[in-house]
């Protein structure tokens, strides 16, 4: 299994870091050892001091295939979770500033909390609205309309490069509002058609 990550799909969210738009995706990886089971808690790294959380909706893979074609793409996937992208946001400027890959910084064991998967219809109205709260205040939120690469680009674009296999998650990126997390704090991912429910993401810094 294998998470793909895409970096800069959210205009605001490129603009909040002062990042160019890009003009195709921008793609990282994390391994599986980054992935953390919802509710289980992330203990806070050592090595960083400028933890930052990032929501994001995440794509579960449901067939293998290369090079598919746009009109294809969607058969690729059928359920959606969220999840979110922690990241050392000190530790990924520095490696910016050198030139260097960013994997310290973002595919560190935990970094990829995940919740469980829903069925995509079940949570489409509109694109996918989505939030995240930390300790109950919403800091995210996000639609899917207004990602630059949707969904089904992205699997077209993805496929070139790396075989898809049933079971990888591609993390689609954030929408604007990324922010620092400390020790105690309590995040809550839902998407807004789930409102009235328990929220389906939830993480706790140890
Ligand atoms: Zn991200």
């Given at each position: 299994m294998k998470i793909i990550c895409i970096g800069r799909n959210y205009k605001d969210h490129a603009k909040e870091l002062n990042n160019p738009v890009p003009k195709q995706p921008l793609i990282f990886m994390k391994p599986s050892s980054?992935?953390?089971?919802?509710?289980?808690?992330?203990?806070?790294?050592?090595?960083?001091k400028d933890l930052h959380h990032e929501i994001e909706v995440v794509l579960k893979i449901c067939k293998n295939g290369r090079h598919v074609q746009p009109e294809f793409?969607?058969?690729?996937y059928k359920e959606v979770a969220l999840g979110i992208d922690f990241t050392a946001r000190d530790i990924q400027k520095q490696c910016?500033?050198?030139?260097?890959?960013?994997?310290?910084?973002?595919?560190?064991d935990g970094s990829a909390s995940?919740?469980?998967?829903?069925?995509?219809?079940?949570?489409?109205?509109?694109?996918?609205?989505?939030?995240?709260k930390k300790n109950g205040e919403t800091v995210q939120i996000g639609n899917t309309q207004?990602?630059?690469?949707?969904?089904n680009y992205l699997i077209t674009y993805v496929?070139?490069?790396?075989?898809l296999q049933m079971?990888?998650?591609?993390?689609?990126?954030?929408?604007?509002?990324?922010?620092?997390?400390?020790?105690?704090?309590?995040?809550?991912?839902?998407?807004?058609?789930?409102?009235d429910q328990t929220p389906l993401l939830y993480c706790e810094i140890k």
């Open positions: 980054a992935l953390l089971i919802n509710k289980k808690p992330l203990y806070y790294p050592e090595f960083t793409a969607k058969e690729y910016k500033e050198k030139g260097h890959p960013w994997e310290i910084a973002k595919a560190f995940l919740s469980e998967f829903v069925p995509l219809d079940l949570v489409e109205d509109n694109g996918l609205q989505f939030e995240l207004d990602l630059i690469f949707d969904f496929s070139k490069f790396f075989k079971g990888d998650l591609i993390y689609t990126g954030t929408p604007a509002g990324v922010g620092p997390v400390q020790i105690g704090d309590v995040l809550e991912g839902n998407f807004s058609k789930m409102s």
